[in-house]
């Protein structure tokens, strides 16, 4: 790795941030964020209806769990992805390994016909071309039709809470993409009976505000990187995170029931927002969107779960994915974008790695590890080279209180998952 990549990791623009002149109100609201948060970090199980309900979620069995929920013919596909603006006062991002162009080229490849699926990048994304694009492919809806809307960019709110997303030719609210117009235009012309809505910039989460503004006849599920009023960083870690989900990757599925729903997503991009990203993510729905809405079967149920951990580069320490570990070495995958891919992997010695907090790396976890354990759970813990029986007392976030077995209450401590299974 070159040493250009210290001066880039010391940026501190933020992804997708607008300029200076736009307001973040962090009080605008309060009320989302309490109902956000819950849905988040509550169990989010079939046991927990009662408590997500403000969230219209049920999760609830169906004979079509088993297979997905989405059907590539019934489904349109709408992606804008704006990484260069026209006004360089914008801060302008990389292309390198860009989400956006392998979210497209991932929906392509499932069978959604071209002629639904509408994917705009950069100096192409101008307000009319996306706003006359995105009113095509609503016309080429019908009953039973599923809707995926993604977006990357720059997003804001207003000084009256409303929310926006960047177009390439964006000069002032007036010519922006509003989040009201595009939740007005699916009411009056989405024929379809589901929708998902991704965003992946500051304030993304604006857009499940108007669409609870404008019900439609249709039910919606929202993940973005940003709960409404809450800035968002320059990395790709909600758009992998998205990626990950809808390519069935085990560590995505947290209730381990071989399919990726969209309450896993949900979860799992909170977990890694705040982990990575030090960042609350956004997570709405309404009319009773299911909870088990089913994104991917799970198709690598062997592989190893890659987990976070601090890697040293030169005199300094920086959050890295775990991949692989082999005779005292690991290789990590830098998260920051621009060296967040398997060509910029790193084999580091074990003393060049750490677990996140700066504990000494205890290796990499087997196959077999979890995405998640319960309270009440048993399972097994790492310490000093052995796992021991132990069973799960206490969980915040992401770590875990626990009780050895045989052992008195002196020997409890908190663990990450890093030294579960």
């Not at 209730?255 to 030090?278: C, H, P, R, T």
Request: hydrophobic share 40%.
């Amino acid at each position: 790795m070159h040493n250009v990549i210290l001066s880039t990791r010391n940026l501190s623009f933020r992804k997708h941030s607008v300029r200076k002149l736009s307001v973040r109100k962090l009080s605008v609201f309060p009320a989302f964020l309490v109902i956000a948060m819950a849905f988040l970090m509550g169990p989010l199980t079939a046991e927990a209806d009662e408590s997500a309900s403000s969230e219209n979620v049920s999760n609830a069995a169906s004979p079509a769990d088993t297979v997905r929920s989405w059907d590539p013919q019934r489904t349109l596909v709408f992606i804008a992805g704006v990484l260069r603006w026209r006004d360089k006062s914008y801060a302008q991002f990389t292309p390198k390994a860009r989400r956006d162009a392998e979210l497209a080229e991932f929906f392509r490849a499932q069978g959604v016909p071209s002629d639904k699926l509408v994917y705009i990048s950069d100096a192409q994304a101008t307000l009319s071309n996306l706003e006359n694009s995105f009113d095509d492919l609503l016309e080429k809806s019908s009953e039973g039709d599923t809707l995926i809307f993604y977006y990357c960019g720059h997003g804001w709110l207003d000084n009256s809470g409303n929310g926006y997303y960047a177009n390439y030719d964006v000069s002032t609210n007036d010519n922006a993409v509003s989040t009201r117009a595009i939740a007005s235009k699916l009411k009056k012309n989405f024929r379809g009976s589901q929708a998902l809505f991704f965003a992946d910039c500051c304030s993304s989460g604006s857009i499940g505000l108007s669409l609870n503004k404008q019900p439609g006849n249709y039910q919606f599920g929202m993940v973005t990187s940003a709960a409404p009023p809450v800035s968002s960083t320059s990395n790709w870690t909600f758009s992998q995170a998205l990626l990950d989900g809808l390519r069935g990757h085990k560590f995505v599925d947290l209730d381990a029931d071989g399919k990726v729903s969209f309450v896993d997503l949900a979860k799992y991009v909170v977990q890694e927002m705040k982990s990575i990203d030090n960042q609350a993510a956004g997570v709405n729905s309404s009319n009773g969107f299911p909870g088990n809405f089913c994104l991917s079967k799970v198709n690598f149920p062997n592989e190893i779960i890659p987990r976070l951990v601090e890697a040293k580069y030169g005199t300094k320490w920086y959050k890295a994915k775990l991949m692989e570990e082999k005779d005292r070495q690991a290789r990590v995958r830098w998260v920051q974008i621009g060296y967040d891919t398997a060509d910029s992997d790193e084999w580091c010695d074990f003393n060049k790695v750490r677990e996140i907090g700066g504990a000494p790396l205890n290796g990499l976890a087997p196959a077999t590890a979890r995405s998640e354990f319960q309270i009440g759970d048993t399972c097994e813990v790492l310490w000093k080279n052995e796992f021991w029986p132990a069973k799960v007392l206490k969980r915040r976030d992401n770590e875990y209180f626990v009780h050895y077995d045989g052992y008195d209450s002196s020997w409890d401590e908190w663990v990450s998952l890093s030294r579960m299974k």
